[in-house]
C-alpha cells in the first residue's frame, strides 16, 4: 500500500500474455481440411486424435463456431448484374397435367 500511495501517478497494468491454446500445434491442420470442407468437429477430432491431439472436442467446436459463422456469412453473399447478362427460370413437375393430352382442353380440379 505504501508503495502505491508515494507514488504520483497510478499504477499502469499491460494486458495479459495470451495463454497457448491446446489446438494452436494443429491450427494449421484444420485451416487445410476446413478449405478441402470438412467442418464437422467430430471428423476433425478423429483426425486429430490420429496425429495426437489429447484435448477435448469442446475445444474444437469453440474453435470452428467463429469460422462457421464467417463461411456462412460469406456464402450468401448477394451480387447484382445488369439487365440480359444472368437469366433464372424455375423448374416444377406435376402428377397430373394441366391440359388432357386427348383433347387439349384444360382440366379442371374436381
Same mark, same amino acid.
Given at each position: 500500500?505504501?508503495?502505491? @500511495? ?16 491446446? @489446438? ?9 481440411? @476446413? ?9 476433425? %477430432?478423429?483426425? @486429430? ?28 453473399r448477394r451480387f447484382e448484374t445488369p439487365p440480359g447478362k444472368q437469366a433464372q427460370v ?8 394441366? %391440359?388432357? %393430352? ?9
Open positions: 500500500m505504501r508503495k502505491y @500511495l508515494s507514488e504520483n501517478e497510478p499504477p499502469q497494468y499491460a494486458p495479459r500474455p495470451k495463454r497457448p491454446d491446446i @489446438l494452436d500445434p494443429y491450427k494449421d491442420f484444420i485451416t487445410v481440411r @476446413l478449405k478441402d470442407g470438412v467442418w464437422n468437429a467430430v471428423v476433425l %477430432m478423429r483426425e @486429430l486424435k490420429a496425429r495426437g491431439y489429447s484435448g477435448q472436442y469442446t475445444a474444437i467446436k469453440d474453435y470452428l463456431r467463429p469460422r462457421r459463422q464467417q463461411a456462412h456469412a460469406a456464402a450468401v424455375d423448374w416444377a413437375s406435376s402428377a397430373t397435367s394441366p %391440359m388432357r %393430352m386427348e383433347t387439349g382442353s384444360r382440366s379442371t380440379a374436381s
